[in-house]
Protein backbone atom coordinates (compact mmCIF):
# COMPACT_ATOMS: atom_id res chain seq x y z
CA UNK A 1 0.00 0.00 0.00
CA UNK A 2 1.37 3.78 -1.12
CA UNK A 3 2.33 5.51 1.67
CA UNK A 4 1.15 8.96 1.51
CA UNK A 5 -1.48 10.62 2.72
CA UNK A 6 -4.44 9.97 0.42
CA UNK A 7 -3.72 6.70 2.31
CA UNK A 8 -4.02 8.05 5.67
CA UNK A 9 -6.99 7.08 7.45
CA UNK A 10 -9.48 9.56 8.64
CA UNK A 11 -7.90 12.68 7.09
CA UNK A 12 -10.00 12.53 3.84
CA UNK A 13 -13.06 11.97 2.80
CA UNK A 14 -16.44 12.82 4.31
CA UNK A 15 -15.99 14.09 7.41
CA UNK A 16 -19.40 16.42 8.14
CA UNK A 17 -19.75 19.14 10.25
CA UNK A 18 -22.78 18.80 12.66
CA UNK A 19 -24.82 21.57 13.74
CA UNK A 20 -27.26 21.04 17.03
CA UNK A 21 -30.84 19.94 17.13
CA UNK A 22 -31.54 23.24 18.05
CA UNK A 23 -29.35 25.05 15.24
CA UNK A 24 -31.37 22.39 12.62
CA UNK A 25 -34.83 22.37 13.67
CA UNK A 26 -37.32 23.94 11.72
CA UNK A 27 -40.59 24.59 13.36
CA UNK A 28 -43.59 22.32 11.91
CA UNK A 29 -41.42 19.19 10.90
CA UNK A 30 -42.30 16.21 12.47
CA UNK A 31 -40.47 12.98 12.21
CA UNK A 32 -43.14 10.83 11.77
CA UNK A 33 -46.30 10.54 9.84
CA UNK A 34 -49.50 8.55 11.35
CA UNK A 35 -52.76 7.90 9.12
CA UNK A 36 -55.93 9.93 11.11
CA UNK A 37 -57.69 8.04 13.67
CA UNK A 38 -61.25 7.92 14.43
CA UNK A 39 -59.90 8.77 18.21
CA UNK A 40 -60.63 11.92 18.77
CA UNK A 41 -58.08 14.53 19.79
CA UNK A 42 -58.07 15.24 23.60
CA UNK A 43 -56.09 17.60 25.53
CA UNK A 44 -53.65 15.79 28.11
CA UNK A 45 -54.28 18.51 30.20
CA UNK A 46 -58.10 17.50 30.81
CA UNK A 47 -56.64 13.34 31.09
CA UNK A 48 -53.94 14.24 33.58
CA UNK A 49 -53.07 14.91 37.20
CA UNK A 50 -52.05 18.70 36.93
CA UNK A 51 -48.41 17.26 38.60
CA UNK A 52 -47.66 15.03 35.55
CA UNK A 53 -48.00 17.74 33.31
CA UNK A 54 -45.59 19.33 31.72
CA UNK A 55 -45.17 23.01 31.01
CA UNK A 56 -43.63 24.63 27.82
CA UNK A 57 -40.27 23.62 26.87
CA UNK A 58 -38.75 26.83 25.05
CA UNK A 59 -36.73 26.01 21.95
CA UNK A 60 -37.39 22.34 21.44
CA UNK A 61 -36.32 21.27 18.29
CA UNK A 62 -38.68 20.23 15.85
CA UNK A 63 -36.86 17.81 13.28
CA UNK A 64 -37.79 14.97 10.64
CA UNK A 65 -36.95 11.40 11.47
CA UNK A 66 -33.97 11.60 8.49
CA UNK A 67 -32.66 14.59 10.28
CA UNK A 68 -32.48 12.98 13.37
CA UNK A 69 -31.52 9.53 11.86
CA UNK A 70 -28.14 11.93 9.92
CA UNK A 71 -27.88 13.84 12.55
CA UNK A 72 -26.73 11.00 15.54
CA UNK A 73 -25.39 8.93 12.87
CA UNK A 74 -22.72 11.79 12.00
CA UNK A 75 -22.01 12.25 15.15
CA UNK A 76 -21.61 8.70 15.73
CA UNK A 77 -18.86 8.92 13.12
CA UNK A 78 -16.97 11.54 15.16
CA UNK A 79 -16.31 8.76 17.63
CA UNK A 80 -12.84 7.38 17.63
CA UNK A 81 -13.12 3.58 17.91
CA UNK A 82 -11.28 0.51 17.41
CA UNK A 83 -13.81 -0.83 14.59
CA UNK A 84 -12.65 2.27 12.79
CA UNK A 85 -9.44 2.64 13.38
CA UNK A 86 -5.56 1.94 14.59
CA UNK A 87 -5.69 2.57 18.80
CA UNK A 88 -2.13 1.57 19.95
CA UNK A 89 -2.59 2.73 23.61
CA UNK A 90 -0.32 1.17 25.50
CA UNK A 91 -1.41 -0.82 28.88
CA UNK A 92 -5.12 -0.94 27.35
CA UNK A 93 -4.97 -3.68 24.91
CA UNK A 94 -7.13 -2.14 22.74
CA UNK A 95 -7.71 -5.34 20.23
CA UNK A 96 -10.04 -5.76 17.65
CA UNK A 97 -13.28 -7.52 19.45
CA UNK A 98 -14.48 -10.19 17.26
CA UNK A 99 -18.83 -9.56 16.46
CA UNK A 100 -19.37 -13.17 16.84
CA UNK A 101 -18.75 -12.47 20.71
CA UNK A 102 -21.41 -9.79 20.43
CA UNK A 103 -23.85 -12.36 18.56
CA UNK A 104 -23.29 -14.78 21.54
CA UNK A 105 -23.59 -12.04 24.23
CA UNK A 106 -27.16 -11.00 22.51
CA UNK A 107 -28.16 -14.35 22.35
CA UNK A 108 -31.85 -14.20 23.88
CA UNK A 109 -31.30 -17.31 26.27
CA UNK A 110 -28.46 -15.68 27.81
CA UNK A 111 -29.35 -11.50 27.53
CA UNK A 112 -32.76 -12.21 28.63
CA UNK A 113 -32.08 -14.59 31.45
CA UNK A 114 -32.91 -13.03 35.18
CA UNK A 115 -30.65 -13.10 37.51
CA UNK A 116 -33.52 -14.09 40.06
CA UNK A 117 -34.27 -17.01 37.73
CA UNK A 118 -33.70 -20.05 39.75
CA UNK A 119 -30.86 -22.45 39.69
CA UNK A 120 -32.64 -25.10 37.62
CA UNK A 121 -33.68 -22.80 35.50
CA UNK A 122 -30.06 -21.27 34.86
CA UNK A 123 -28.26 -24.43 34.49
CA UNK A 124 -26.99 -22.98 30.60
CA UNK A 125 -25.71 -19.38 32.19
CA UNK A 126 -24.48 -20.98 35.00
CA UNK A 127 -22.71 -23.65 33.22
CA UNK A 128 -20.72 -21.00 31.12
CA UNK A 129 -19.62 -19.14 34.09
CA UNK A 130 -18.25 -21.94 35.52
CA UNK A 131 -16.73 -23.49 32.13
CA UNK A 132 -14.87 -20.16 32.14
CA UNK A 133 -13.86 -20.66 35.59
CA UNK A 134 -11.98 -23.37 34.25
CA UNK A 135 -10.49 -21.92 31.00
CA UNK A 136 -9.04 -18.67 33.15
CA UNK A 137 -7.96 -21.51 35.73
CA UNK A 138 -6.15 -23.48 33.42
CA UNK A 139 -4.70 -19.86 31.20
CA UNK A 140 -3.45 -18.73 34.47
CA UNK A 141 -1.93 -21.76 36.26
CA UNK A 142 -4.37 -20.23 39.20
CA UNK A 143 -6.32 -23.09 41.40
CA UNK A 144 -9.93 -20.76 41.45
CA UNK A 145 -11.38 -17.78 40.06
CA UNK A 146 -14.10 -15.87 41.05
CA UNK A 147 -16.09 -13.66 38.11
CA UNK A 148 -17.89 -11.19 40.25
CA UNK A 149 -15.51 -8.26 40.00
CA UNK A 150 -16.57 -5.80 37.50
CA UNK A 151 -13.50 -4.07 36.30
CA UNK A 152 -9.38 -4.79 36.83
CA UNK A 153 -9.50 -1.90 39.37
CA UNK A 154 -11.97 -3.71 41.28
CA UNK A 155 -10.54 -7.29 41.41
CA UNK A 156 -7.10 -5.40 42.86
CA UNK A 157 -9.63 -4.14 45.77
CA UNK A 158 -11.19 -7.69 45.70
CA UNK A 159 -7.63 -9.65 46.00
CA UNK A 160 -6.38 -7.23 48.40
CA UNK A 161 -9.20 -8.42 50.35
CA UNK A 162 -8.78 -11.63 50.14
CA UNK A 163 -5.62 -11.77 51.42
CA UNK A 164 -6.22 -9.20 54.07
CA UNK A 165 -8.61 -11.95 55.22
CA UNK A 166 -6.40 -14.65 54.71
CA UNK A 167 -3.59 -13.01 56.53
CA UNK A 168 -6.52 -11.52 59.46
CA UNK A 169 -7.62 -15.77 59.65
CA UNK A 170 -3.67 -16.33 60.68
CA UNK A 171 -4.50 -13.68 63.52
CA UNK A 172 -1.34 -11.28 61.57
CA UNK A 173 -2.13 -7.83 61.05
CA UNK A 174 0.37 -6.36 58.51
CA UNK A 175 0.22 -2.52 57.87
CA UNK A 176 2.29 -2.69 54.72
CA UNK A 177 2.10 -3.38 50.63
CA UNK A 178 5.17 -3.55 48.37
CA UNK A 179 4.75 -2.17 44.31
CA UNK A 180 6.93 -0.95 42.03
CA UNK A 181 6.90 2.72 41.13
CA UNK A 182 6.25 1.48 37.70
CA UNK A 183 2.76 0.28 39.14
CA UNK A 184 -0.30 1.50 37.38
CA UNK A 185 -1.91 3.52 39.77
CA UNK A 186 -4.65 1.78 41.11
CA UNK A 187 -2.61 -0.12 42.54
CA UNK A 188 -2.00 2.08 45.33
CA UNK A 189 -5.66 2.84 45.43
CA UNK A 190 -6.79 -0.30 46.08
CA UNK A 191 -4.26 -1.36 48.81
CA UNK A 192 -5.03 2.11 50.02
CA UNK A 193 -8.66 1.56 50.23
CA UNK A 194 -8.01 -1.97 51.95
CA UNK A 195 -6.06 0.08 54.66
CA UNK A 196 -2.91 -0.55 53.38
CA UNK A 197 0.36 1.93 53.26
CA UNK A 198 2.01 1.48 50.30
CA UNK A 199 5.69 1.48 49.93
CA UNK A 200 7.65 2.37 46.59
CA UNK A 201 9.88 -0.05 45.51
CA UNK A 202 12.47 1.27 43.06
CA UNK A 203 13.19 0.34 39.53
CA UNK A 204 16.22 -0.85 38.64
CA UNK A 205 18.36 0.57 35.75
CA UNK A 206 17.02 -2.05 33.52
CA UNK A 207 13.24 -0.83 34.46
CA UNK A 208 12.50 -4.12 36.53
CA UNK A 209 12.28 -4.55 40.24
CA UNK A 210 15.26 -3.50 42.36
CA UNK A 211 16.30 -6.89 43.73
CA UNK A 212 18.60 -5.60 46.53
CA UNK A 213 15.59 -3.13 47.54
CA UNK A 214 13.36 -5.33 47.54
CA UNK A 215 15.17 -7.38 49.64
CA UNK A 216 16.03 -4.27 52.16
CA UNK A 217 12.00 -3.53 52.48
CA UNK A 218 10.62 -6.61 52.60
CA UNK A 219 9.70 -7.63 56.16
CA UNK A 220 7.62 -8.84 58.81
CA UNK A 221 4.98 -6.03 58.49
CA UNK A 222 4.36 -6.56 55.24
CA UNK A 223 1.31 -7.94 53.67
CA UNK A 224 2.49 -8.66 50.44
CA UNK A 225 3.74 -7.25 46.87
CA UNK A 226 1.40 -6.12 44.12
CA UNK A 227 3.22 -6.64 40.97
CA UNK A 228 2.60 -7.06 37.19
CA UNK A 229 4.07 -9.38 35.29
CA UNK A 230 5.32 -8.01 32.40
CA UNK A 231 5.36 -4.42 34.05
CA UNK A 232 4.03 -1.47 32.36
CA UNK A 233 7.29 -0.51 30.09
CA UNK A 234 6.04 -4.35 28.96
CA UNK A 235 9.21 -5.87 30.45
CA UNK A 236 9.48 -9.12 31.74
CA UNK A 237 10.14 -9.55 35.48
CA UNK A 238 12.73 -12.01 34.78
CA UNK A 239 13.73 -12.15 38.60
CA UNK A 240 10.26 -13.46 39.24
CA UNK A 241 10.87 -16.56 41.34
CA UNK A 242 13.23 -15.03 43.42
CA UNK A 243 10.64 -12.11 44.08
CA UNK A 244 8.01 -14.63 45.21
CA UNK A 245 10.55 -15.94 47.14
CA UNK A 246 11.88 -13.13 49.04
CA UNK A 247 7.95 -12.27 49.87
CA UNK A 248 7.18 -15.76 50.98
CA UNK A 249 9.84 -15.95 53.15
CA UNK A 250 8.90 -13.67 55.12
CA UNK A 251 5.14 -14.42 55.30
CA UNK A 252 4.05 -11.88 52.64
CA UNK A 253 2.17 -13.20 49.90
CA UNK A 254 2.20 -12.13 45.94
CA UNK A 255 -0.51 -10.16 44.06
CA UNK A 256 0.04 -9.65 40.31
CA UNK A 257 -1.89 -7.35 38.28
CA UNK A 258 -2.80 -9.42 35.05
CA UNK A 259 -3.81 -6.41 32.89
CA UNK A 260 -0.91 -7.15 30.74
CA UNK A 261 -1.66 -11.18 30.42
CA UNK A 262 -2.18 -10.65 26.89
CA UNK A 263 1.51 -10.93 26.90
CA UNK A 264 1.70 -14.11 28.39
CA UNK A 265 -1.79 -16.48 27.45
CA UNK A 266 -0.68 -19.98 26.26
CA UNK A 267 2.93 -19.21 26.87
CA UNK A 268 3.48 -18.63 30.45
CA UNK A 269 0.99 -19.61 33.42
CA UNK A 270 1.15 -16.79 36.21
CA UNK A 271 0.53 -19.57 38.92
CA UNK A 272 3.83 -21.43 38.01
CA UNK A 273 6.05 -18.20 39.18
CA UNK A 274 4.93 -18.02 42.78
CA UNK A 275 2.10 -15.84 42.92
CA UNK A 276 -0.74 -16.21 45.46
CA UNK A 277 -3.31 -13.92 43.41
CA UNK A 278 -3.88 -13.04 39.96
CA UNK A 279 -6.69 -10.36 38.48
CA UNK A 280 -7.63 -10.84 34.88
CA UNK A 281 -8.80 -7.99 32.60
CA UNK A 282 -11.50 -10.03 30.15
CA UNK A 283 -12.31 -6.60 28.37
CA UNK A 284 -8.35 -6.46 27.72
CA UNK A 285 -7.15 -9.68 27.06
CA UNK A 286 -10.39 -11.90 26.22
CA UNK A 287 -11.54 -9.11 24.02
CA UNK A 288 -14.60 -7.15 25.10
CA UNK A 289 -15.12 -3.59 23.52
CA UNK A 290 -13.89 -0.83 26.23
CA UNK A 291 -12.33 2.81 26.47
CA UNK A 292 -15.64 4.42 26.43
CA UNK A 293 -16.83 3.28 30.00
CA UNK A 294 -18.59 0.73 28.96
CA UNK A 295 -19.02 -2.67 31.75
CA UNK A 296 -16.17 -4.45 31.99
CA UNK A 297 -14.78 -7.79 34.17
CA UNK A 298 -11.80 -8.00 36.39
CA UNK A 299 -12.16 -11.94 37.39
CA UNK A 300 -9.78 -12.79 40.56
CA UNK A 301 -7.46 -15.77 40.29
CA UNK A 302 -5.98 -17.13 43.75
CA UNK A 303 -3.80 -20.29 44.59
CA UNK A 304 -5.98 -23.46 46.96
CA UNK A 305 -5.33 -22.07 50.59
CA UNK A 306 -6.80 -18.42 49.86
CA UNK A 307 -9.95 -20.59 47.95
CA UNK A 308 -12.16 -19.88 50.95
CA UNK A 309 -12.02 -16.20 51.33
CA UNK A 310 -13.23 -15.60 47.44
CA UNK A 311 -16.63 -13.60 46.91
CA UNK A 312 -19.63 -15.62 47.49
CA UNK A 313 -21.60 -17.39 45.81
CA UNK A 314 -18.88 -19.68 44.50
CA UNK A 315 -20.08 -21.19 40.81
CA UNK A 316 -19.47 -24.87 41.53
CA UNK A 317 -20.14 -28.16 39.28
CA UNK A 318 -21.91 -30.61 41.97
CA UNK A 319 -21.87 -33.80 40.00
CA UNK A 320 -23.16 -32.71 36.91
CA UNK A 321 -25.75 -29.53 38.29
CA UNK A 322 -24.55 -26.07 38.30
CA UNK A 323 -24.90 -24.35 41.87
CA UNK A 324 -24.16 -21.24 43.37
CA UNK A 325 -22.62 -22.06 46.78
CA UNK A 326 -23.25 -19.81 49.35
CA UNK A 327 -21.76 -21.74 52.09
CA UNK A 328 -18.02 -20.17 52.49
CA UNK A 329 -17.85 -18.90 55.67
CA UNK A 330 -14.84 -17.40 55.36
CA UNK A 331 -16.11 -15.55 52.24
CA UNK A 332 -15.17 -11.61 52.45
CA UNK A 333 -18.80 -11.34 50.67
CA UNK A 334 -20.13 -10.15 47.77
CA UNK A 335 -18.59 -7.63 46.00
CA UNK A 336 -21.27 -7.15 43.10
CA UNK A 337 -24.81 -7.31 42.55
CA UNK A 338 -26.16 -10.36 41.11
CA UNK A 339 -22.72 -12.47 39.58
CA UNK A 340 -20.53 -9.70 38.15
CA UNK A 341 -20.97 -8.31 34.12
CA UNK A 342 -22.52 -11.35 32.42
CA UNK A 343 -22.22 -10.46 29.04
CA UNK A 344 -18.72 -9.82 29.57
CA UNK A 345 -18.37 -13.20 30.59
CA UNK A 346 -19.91 -14.63 27.37
CA UNK A 347 -17.75 -12.21 25.30
CA UNK A 348 -15.16 -13.64 27.06
CA UNK A 349 -16.12 -17.49 26.90
CA UNK A 350 -17.00 -17.28 23.04
CA UNK A 351 -13.07 -15.78 22.55
CA UNK A 352 -11.56 -18.14 24.31
CA UNK A 353 -13.51 -21.16 22.68
CA UNK A 354 -12.94 -19.32 18.89
CA UNK A 355 -9.52 -19.11 19.37
CA UNK A 356 -9.08 -22.74 21.33
CA UNK A 357 -5.24 -23.54 23.18
CA UNK A 358 -3.41 -22.72 20.06
CA UNK A 359 -5.06 -19.98 18.76
CA UNK A 360 -4.74 -18.18 22.57
CA UNK A 361 -1.26 -18.65 22.41
CA UNK A 362 -0.42 -17.50 18.77
CA UNK A 363 -2.48 -14.16 19.50
CA UNK A 364 0.30 -13.76 22.07
CA UNK A 365 3.06 -14.30 20.30
CA UNK A 366 1.46 -11.89 17.55
CA UNK A 367 1.02 -9.40 20.09
CA UNK A 368 4.50 -9.48 21.11
CA UNK A 369 5.51 -9.93 17.94
CA UNK A 370 4.00 -6.79 16.43
CA UNK A 371 5.09 -4.56 19.32
CA UNK A 372 8.69 -5.22 18.46
CA UNK A 373 8.47 -4.78 14.83
CA UNK A 374 7.59 -1.24 15.65
CA UNK A 375 10.00 -1.10 18.66
CA UNK A 376 12.95 -2.10 16.20
CA UNK A 377 11.56 0.13 13.00
CA UNK A 378 11.31 3.14 15.37
CA UNK A 379 14.55 2.64 17.72
CA UNK A 380 16.26 5.04 15.51
CA UNK A 381 13.63 7.90 15.29
CA UNK A 382 12.65 7.79 19.22
CA UNK A 383 14.51 7.15 22.19
CA UNK A 384 14.06 4.34 24.10
CA UNK A 385 14.84 4.40 27.78
CA UNK A 386 14.78 1.04 28.37
CA UNK A 387 16.17 -0.59 25.77
CA UNK A 388 16.11 -4.13 27.23
CA UNK A 389 13.69 -7.06 25.67
CA UNK A 390 10.47 -6.29 26.08
CA UNK A 391 6.90 -8.22 25.39
CA UNK A 392 3.46 -6.68 23.71
CA UNK A 393 4.25 -2.98 23.74
CA UNK A 394 7.16 -0.44 23.95
CA UNK A 395 8.09 2.71 25.78
CA UNK A 396 9.45 5.56 24.03
CA UNK A 397 9.61 9.11 24.74
CA UNK A 398 10.58 12.78 23.44
CA UNK A 399 14.35 12.87 24.48
CA UNK A 400 15.62 13.17 20.84
CA UNK A 401 11.94 15.72 19.73
CA UNK A 402 12.81 17.99 22.58
CA UNK A 403 16.50 18.91 21.08
CA UNK A 404 13.47 20.78 19.11
CA UNK A 405 11.68 22.00 21.95
CA UNK A 406 8.78 19.47 20.22
CA UNK A 407 7.30 17.45 23.75
CA UNK A 408 5.44 14.40 23.72
CA UNK A 409 1.86 16.30 23.65
CA UNK A 410 2.87 17.40 20.68
CA UNK A 411 3.90 14.14 19.10
CA UNK A 412 0.56 12.81 20.45
CA UNK A 413 -1.46 15.82 18.51
CA UNK A 414 0.28 15.71 15.83
CA UNK A 415 -0.49 11.59 15.35
CA UNK A 416 -4.41 12.55 15.08
CA UNK A 417 -3.52 14.40 11.97
CA UNK A 418 -2.38 11.24 10.73
CA UNK A 419 -5.25 9.69 11.40
CA UNK A 420 -4.11 7.76 14.12
CA UNK A 421 -5.36 7.49 18.15
CA UNK A 422 -2.15 8.57 20.12
CA UNK A 423 -1.01 6.35 22.39
CA UNK A 424 -0.70 6.34 26.01
CA UNK A 425 1.65 9.31 27.18
CA UNK A 426 2.99 10.61 30.07
CA UNK A 427 2.98 6.52 31.63
CA UNK A 428 4.44 5.15 33.45
CA UNK A 429 5.34 8.03 35.83
CA UNK A 430 9.40 6.50 35.88
CA UNK A 431 9.21 7.42 32.33
CA UNK A 432 10.26 11.02 31.26
CA UNK A 433 7.56 12.24 28.53
CA UNK A 434 6.99 8.43 27.79
CA UNK A 435 5.33 7.32 24.96
CA UNK A 436 3.78 3.73 25.60
CA UNK A 437 2.40 1.84 22.18
CA UNK A 438 0.98 -1.69 22.04
CA UNK A 439 -0.34 -2.69 18.68
CA UNK A 440 -2.00 -5.85 20.00
CA UNK A 441 -2.14 -9.15 17.96
CA UNK A 442 -5.21 -7.90 16.00
CA UNK A 443 -3.02 -5.20 13.38
CA UNK A 444 -1.92 -6.02 9.90
CA UNK A 445 1.67 -5.66 8.79
CA UNK A 446 0.27 -2.50 6.33
CA UNK A 447 -1.50 -0.74 9.16
CA UNK A 448 1.78 -0.87 11.76
CA UNK A 449 3.87 0.26 8.37
CA UNK A 450 1.48 3.18 8.31
CA UNK A 451 1.18 4.43 11.94
CA UNK A 452 5.46 4.00 11.61
CA UNK A 453 5.54 6.01 8.77
CA UNK A 454 3.20 8.71 10.50
CA UNK A 455 6.14 8.20 13.45
CA UNK A 456 9.04 8.79 11.45
CA UNK A 457 7.41 11.66 9.06
CA UNK A 458 6.45 13.52 12.79
CA UNK A 459 10.47 13.11 13.33
CA UNK A 460 11.23 14.68 10.51
CA UNK A 461 8.71 17.36 10.98
CA UNK A 462 10.46 17.93 14.73
CA UNK A 463 14.04 18.12 13.39
CA UNK A 464 12.92 20.38 9.92
CA UNK A 465 9.68 22.37 11.45
CA UNK A 466 9.40 22.32 14.78
CA UNK A 467 7.14 25.58 14.85
CA UNK A 468 4.02 23.40 13.11
CA UNK A 469 3.76 21.60 16.02
CA UNK A 470 2.04 23.72 18.53
CA UNK A 471 -1.08 23.68 15.98
CA UNK A 472 -1.55 20.33 15.77
CA UNK A 473 -4.01 18.94 15.49
CA UNK A 474 -5.54 20.96 12.70
CA UNK A 475 -7.72 18.28 10.97
CA UNK A 476 -9.99 17.69 13.39
CA UNK A 477 -12.58 19.76 14.19
CA UNK A 478 -11.65 20.77 17.47
CA UNK A 479 -7.71 21.69 17.84
CA UNK A 480 -5.88 21.89 21.11
CA UNK A 481 -8.97 22.44 24.53
CA UNK A 482 -8.01 23.19 27.23
CA UNK A 483 -8.03 20.13 28.59
CA UNK A 484 -8.48 21.01 32.82
CA UNK A 485 -11.06 23.18 31.93
CA UNK A 486 -13.16 21.74 29.69
CA UNK A 487 -13.20 18.74 32.85
CA UNK A 488 -14.01 21.28 35.25
CA UNK A 489 -16.25 23.65 33.68
CA UNK A 490 -17.97 21.57 31.15
CA UNK A 491 -20.52 23.30 28.64
CA UNK A 492 -23.49 20.70 28.80
CA UNK A 493 -26.58 23.33 27.93
CA UNK A 494 -27.96 24.42 25.03
CA UNK A 495 -27.48 28.63 25.35
CA UNK A 496 -29.21 30.64 22.58
C1 LIG B 1 -6.08 -1.26 32.80
C2 LIG B 1 -5.18 -1.54 33.92
C3 LIG B 1 -5.67 -1.63 35.24
C4 LIG B 1 -7.08 -1.29 35.63
O1 LIG B 1 -8.07 -1.98 34.94
P1 LIG B 1 -9.54 -1.37 34.79
O2 LIG B 1 -10.33 -2.48 34.19
O3 LIG B 1 -9.41 -0.17 33.90
O4 LIG B 1 -10.02 -0.99 36.15
C5 LIG B 1 -4.78 -1.99 36.22
N1 LIG B 1 -3.48 -2.21 35.97
C6 LIG B 1 -2.97 -2.12 34.72
C7 LIG B 1 -1.51 -2.41 34.50
C8 LIG B 1 -3.80 -1.76 33.65
O5 LIG B 1 -3.29 -1.65 32.42
Given at each position: ?11 K?L ?5 T???L??S?R?A??L?ST???D????T ?17 T ?12 Q ?16 M ?12 L ?40 Q ?5 H??M ?13 G ?17 A ?26 A ?10 L ?10 K ?9 H ?6 Y??G?N?NA ?17 N ?8 H ?5 G??P ?8 P ?13 Y?C??D ?11 Y ?5 L???Y???R ?16 N????K?R ?6 L??P ?6 C ?12 K ?16 T??F ?14 SE?K ?5 F ?8 K ?25 A????V????K
Open positions: MAQNSAHRPGVGIFDEPLFDGSGKYSPPIPADPELLPADEVRGPVEHLPELELDVVRHFTRLSWNFSIDGNFYPLGSCTKYNPKLNEDMARPGLSQHHPYAPEALSQGSLQLMFELQEYLKEISGMDAVSLPAAGAGETGMLVIKACLESREKRSKVLMPDSAHGTNPSSALCGYDTVQIPSDAEGLIDMAKLKLMDEDTAAIMTNPNTLGMFENILEITEIVSKGGLVCDALLTGVCKVGDTGVDVLHFLHKTFSTPGGGGPAGVGVKDFLKFLPVPHIENKKGTINYHPKSIGKVRTFGNFGVVRATYITLGPDGIREACESAVLANYIALKDDYHPFGPSLHEVFNDKEQLKHNVTLDIAKMLIDHGFHPPVYPLIVKGALMVEPTESETLDQIHAMKTIAEAEQNPKSFPDAPILTKVSRPDEARARQPLRWK
